[in-house]
């Protein structure tokens, strides 16, 4: 039986201080408890996710896809930033390490021709690397 996850928090912190970070196993790593994530406020309904794997070279790749909407409308530069999410349940995982390759954020900030069309600021997270998207142990 599969256990559905649904990912209602999104946070984010500069890659830089994430030096302390300790992989417990290849999807596993423990965070150190004086690193401060700030919150991304103001997302809409859940956070989407993906992750897939494919073979390049002998090893294996992992893309993880973070999808979110938000009504902010400002524009983010997002440069060297790794992701904290967080389940409904209180599970938590990374997405990015301190060090590269870094996640790449994408935003679409739609300026509706329809009065009935989406306003709202579409945000897509993409980080490919040799590691999946990390599990936090506490």
């Known amino acids: ?22 992989r417990v ?4 790593c423990r965070i150190p ?5 700030t919150e991304i406020n103001e997302i809409v309904n859940l ?4 992750m897939e794997d494919e073979s390049q070279k ?3 790749v992992y893309t993880t896809t973070v999808t979110f909407q938000t009504k902010r409308k400002n524009v983010v530069r997002w440069k060297r930033i790794a992701f904290r999410l967080t389940s409904i349940d209180g ?8 060090s590269r390759p ?7 900030n739609t300026f509706p021709e329809k009065p009935g ?21 506490k």
């Open 117 to 137: 069309d989406s306003t709202l600021k579409t945000v897509t997270i993409t980080w490919r690397s040799l590691l999946p998207m990390l599990y936090i142990v």
């Open 58 to 60: 002998g090893e294996t």
């Open 91 to 98: 599970n938590q995982f990374l997405v990015g390490t301190g």
């Open 47 to 50: 956070v989407g996710v993906k």
């Open 102 to 108: 870094y996640p790449v954020v994408k935003e679409n």
């Open 1 to 22: 039986m599969t256990k559905l996850v649904h990912i209602n928090k999104i946070e984010f912190i500069r890659s830089s201080e994430l030096s302390g970070l300790i």
């Open 25 to 28: 196993t290849n999807s596993s």
């Open 33 to 37: 408890s004086d690193v401060n994530f």
